[in-house]
């Protein structure tokens, strides 16, 4: 049924309830207050429009985000959108159509609370996630980066790092949809963080900011359900992810003002110095500094990342892994350091 396949669909990445018809939800829902409600036109038992009144000007419900289907076109589409319907899909639709539907409007909600923020902190969010979803677009139309806007919009985020006033910053991407940029701007967070604990200068620190956000943006290119599998990949599916640093190589190697520091960020940032890493297996002295540091940061980011199927783990158990279970990949010096930094940051 169409209910069971867009509940298929967004169970992977999203806490998801389904209801038969609309008398059974809206107690529910107005109980449990979804991020986003789906609407279907043929919804029993008075069809989708009427539900979608009901929740227009319910005194709870009416502020939730509300995607409306339907087979029909552009009639039934503007109907929708008088009645209040925030987006709308015409059936059927591609899976990742449904969801980005729903991760657009899940990120306008979380991105309308940045407005109570401090200007400093708003602006950081907004050039970043801006800069960041402008890469998407250009990704997916093949057309090419303009390295400058992602060095101005690090700009802000590299300020409140030496100004140690970044932790609403990474408060303000914690509810935020869409995973790759949260992970994205943790990473360039931490990594600018390190390089300012250990004497690096302004300018390198927004190579390393900016190394840190465009790091993964091979991932834009692969399917949603490799990217966001609860369980562990197999076969095809881990050398899909695993492309994910060549894509976003090949990408940046395709504009010459883009600084090599980021481009090593890129490329290194999954190798180990053991050799067990990719996609070169580099070990040892064929290392760059910089890689160390990005490989430690993003392994941290990942393991203290919230996801829909696992709750962040602390940054103590993290850096106990780090330390007891990745001794041979990691650079345990400048671990020891990342450590410090990040107890003293804690405790600041």
């Not at 970044?166 to 949260?182: P, W």
């Not at 834009?220 to 994910?244: C, D, Q, T, Y």
């Not at 990342?305 to 990949?329: C, F, Q, W």
């Amino acid at each position: 049924s169409r209910l069971k396949e867009a509940g298929r669909i967004l169970l992977s990445f999203y806490q998801v309830i389904l209801f038969q018809n609309s008398h059974l939800a809206l107690e529910r829902l107005a109980a449990d207050h979804p991020g986003v409600i789906i609407i279907d036109e043929m919804l029993p038992p008075d069809g989708g429009p009427a539900f979608l009144r009901q929740l227009s000007h319910h005194p709870i419900l009416s502020s939730v985000p509300v995607i409306f289907t339907s087979n029909d076109g552009a009639a039934i589409a503007a109907t929708a959108r008088e009645i209040g319907a925030s987006a709308y899909l015409l059936r059927p639709y591609k899976p990742r159509a449904l969801i980005r539907a729903v991760s657009g409007l899940s990120n306008r909600v979380v991105e309308a609370s940045w407005e109570e923020l401090p200007q400093r902190h708003r602006d950081t969010l907004r050039k970043t996630v801006d800069a960041f979803n402008g890469i998407s677009d250009l990704i997916e139309h093949g057309e090419t980066l303009d390295y400058s806007a992602v060095s101005e919009a690090c700009t802000p985020l590299v300020d409140a790092v030496t100004n140690h006033d970044y932790r609403a910053i990474l408060d303000g991407v914690r509810d935020h949809d869409n995973y790759s940029y949260v992970h994205s701007m943790r990473v360039a967070t931490f990594l600018s963080l390190f390089g300012y604990t250990i004497g690096v200068d302004h300018k390198d620190l927004l190579l390393l900011a900016s190394g840190g956000l465009v790091h993964d943006i091979g991932k834009m290119s692969i399917p949603f359900e490799v990217l966001n599998k609860p369980g562990r990949l197999e076969g095809a599916e881990w050398e899909m992810m695993r492309s994910h640093v060549g894509r976003t190589v090949a990408y940046l190697r395709e504009h010459a003002s883009v600084p090599h520091p980021v481009l090593t960020i890129a490329e290194q940032h999954h190798e180990k110095l053991d050799g067990s890493g990719y996609p070169h297996g580099l070990k040892g002295s064929q290392l760059d500094e910089l890689a160390r540091m990005a490989s430690i940061v993003d392994v941290f980011g990942a393991l203290t990342d919230r996801r829909v199927y696992k709750p962040p783990m602390p940054p103590e158990k993290a850096l106990s892994i780090m330390t007891n279970e990745m001794g041979h990949e990691l650079d345990q010096h400048l671990l020891a350091l990342f450590s410090d930094m990040l107890l003293e940051a804690t405790h600041a």
